[in-house]
């Protein structure tokens, strides 16, 4: 049996894209599966956590054990994430949400038309700021960095810009990291100034090792 390390913890997690309307049959978005997050959903609930996972529109099975809330645009990730944050002792945020939304989608498919297409789009929320901005000192904030370059310097600009206890970067164009894939290497470095990097593991090692470093902060 498991070590129930985590029991009476309750923990958020967000997963997946989020998907932003042009009109009414086409959208933003990007290729996200929610594995990672998926992984470490499930990591906290074999520990015992009382785990609630907002999820992006993502095709992927979770125990029923875990209260899963399904969501499509940013703004309700927004939502059901800022509902559930203040009940909860860690949140890990995984989710690869669209920083950017169409300004006027349409209600209608709109139409072909000589020539390109202009779109204006708007900011979303950054739902980790917002709620790292608000976290009280008895709770746990995690992030992810996605990243191409220099992941340790970034991950140590967003730690402080988004007040987080621990940060998991990847860098996006290694071989055996990314979106869809069941491995991730990744670098984390947290708020007392240590870091590590993990050689490339099975997704669902990366969700445990994470509570692993919670744990023994
Ligand atoms: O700033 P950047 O997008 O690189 O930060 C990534 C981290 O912030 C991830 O943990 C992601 O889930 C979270 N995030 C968010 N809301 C956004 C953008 C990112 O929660 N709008």
């Not at 600009?157 to 998991?168: F, H, M, Q, T």
């Amino acid at each position: 049996v498991t070590k129930q390390d985590m029991a009476g913890r309750k923990v958020l997690i967000t997963l997946g894209p989020t998907r932003e309307a042009f009109d009414c049959v086409r959208f933003w978005s990007n290729p996200s599966s929610g594995t990672m997050g998926a992984a470490i959903a499930v990591a906290a609930w074999l520990r015992g956590a009382e785990v609630t996972a907002v999820c992006g529109p993502v095709n992927l099975w979770l125990p029923e054990g875990i209260n899963r809330i399904d969501v499509t645009t940013a703004r309700e990730m927004f939502d059901a994430a800022s509902e559930n944050f203040p009940s909860v002792d860690a949140a890990c945020f995984t989710a690869a949400v669209a920083d950017y939304r169409p300004a006027n989608p349409q209600q209608d498919k709109f139409k072909k038309e000589q020539g390109g297409l202009n779109v204006e789009f708007k900011a979303n929320p950054d739902i980790l700021k917002t709620l790292g901005s608000q976290k009280t000192d008895r709770q746990f904030l995690i992030g992810f960095a996605a990243e191409s370059s220099d992941i340790e310097g970034n991950c140590h600009k967003k730690l402080s810009a988004k007040n987080l206890d621990l940060i998991v970067g990847n860098d996006v164009t290694a071989e055996g990291c990314g979106f869809g894939k069941a491995t991730n290497g990744v670098t984390v470095v947290d708020a007392k100034g240590r870091s590590e990097s993990w050689p490339v593991l099975p997704k669902s090692e990366v969700g445990w090792r994470i509570w692993d470093w919670m744990l023994g902060l």
